[in-house]
């Protein structure tokens, strides 16, 4: 899914993008532990591949609510770029414990994190994400769990997260971990 989004995306931007070259950089990735992959693909096709050893589970996710502002019409959020500067002002915002921040867009829907996608559980037992007209963009793990039906999308808000029996910030590395909204979640030690 991670190439299929890569490959969609490098079309729609009008980059080149060699797919065959991409698979042979992975299939000579070899490690004694699990590792992650970074790729990045310039406009002219070239590949930088690096790899580092796989992020620790968090036990429960922390997160806060940032006070950036994502526009849900810029497009670009609904591709994978190195252009995230409102990502890393937020991460460097984190307080002590806390382990991400979910962004909201300028109509006060929740969007994303800064590093993973949300799901909810309402009382009724929906679970629900955003859905890409809120301004996010379509994470792999995310996309998974809708093409499994597990997920559907919804408008959120605010309230809706308050209201919700169970929160999870989901990624393909870390996959669905329960999260607490912080600050009542400040208590439990960064992992």
Not at 60 to 86: E, G, M, N, W
Not at 117 to 134: H, K, M, V
Not at 137 to 166: F, I, M
């Amino acid at each position: 899914m991670h190439i299929a989004r890569l490959t969609a995306s490098a079309e729609t931007l009008g980059f080149r993008f060699d797919k065959a070259a991409l698979i042979a950089e992975l299939d000579a990735i070899t490690g004694d532990t699990p590792l992650r992959c970074r790729l990045t693909v310039a406009q002219d096709g070239t590949l930088d591949l690096t790899t580092a050893p796989m992020p620790d589970p968090w036990r429960i996710a922390c997160f806060v609510i940032s006070d950036i502002r994502l526009p849900s019409d810029d497009p670009l959020l609904r591709h994978k770029t190195t252009r995230r500067h409102l990502y890393d002002q937020a991460r460097a915002a984190l307080p002590e414990g806390v382990h991400e921040a979910v962004m909201l867009n300028e109509r006060g829907e929740v969007c994303e994190g800064t590093i993973t996608n949300i799901s909810i559980t309402t009382p009724d037992g929906d679970r629900l994400t955003p859905p890409l007209s809120s301004g996010l963009l379509a994470g792999v793990y995310r996309q998974s769990r809708l093409n499994k039906g597990l997920l559907q999308e919804a408008r959120l808000t605010l309230a809706d997260l308050a209201d919700a029996t169970s929160i999870n910030l989901i990624n393909s590395l870390r996959g669905s971990t329960q999260a607490d909204w912080a600050p009542e979640c400040t208590h439990f030690p960064q992992q």
